[in-house]
């Protein structure tokens, strides 16, 4: 048997795996604060370095590394002088605009 | 100057800490799984232990109690013989539903 999941017609909220992975992505340390900066369009690391507080150097690459691993973020290399690196939202990344923005509404009505 | 946040009618991707709290609150390991279960009906925590692959007892109570504590559970002790607990999602958790549905659709689709 295998294990019900809730992307079928009806929702079973069984444990689902994929669901599991997929949470527990967007929540590590750090990575929603990125996706969510990412959203406003191509960021450079220092970029994103500056713009999130209390995130170090060596936490950042490891986050794009796995954002890149997971196809949610793509690095680019633009050939210039200096080189100009840029980490952008893949589609699948673009696509978890409406959770960001659904978890920003939960979160704004029900802070304070 | 605050900090703009995805609040108001025009969205700014800047960090925004309400919604780093809930991401990180949502992505703790194991509380998306507990959350998703929840929306199915209040359940007994030997429910929820036997459910997700993995959890054990210490983990399921330290998340139970986190959850508690934001308000997104909430424990009910019915005085029966033996005494019943039930963990059940607030009105605060239930409007988490939006989220975990987008969640599972986006890594439904993504997934394989």
Known sequence: MTAPTGH???TEWNYC???QAAVELVGRRWTGAIVRLL????????ELLAKVPGLS?????????ELEHEGV???TVHPEVPIRVEYALTEK?????????????????WSG
């Open 17 to 19: 795996a994929v669901f």
């Open 73 to 75: 973020v793509v690095r």
């Open 8 to 10: 079928g017609a009806e």
């Open 39 to 46: 959203l406003g369009g191509p960021m450079r690391f220092s």
């Open 93 to 109: 990344g673009r696509e978890l605009e409406s959770i960001v923005r659904a978890l920003d509404d939960w979160a704004g009505r």
């Open 57 to 65: 150097d060596r936490l950042l690459s490891e986050r794009l590394r």
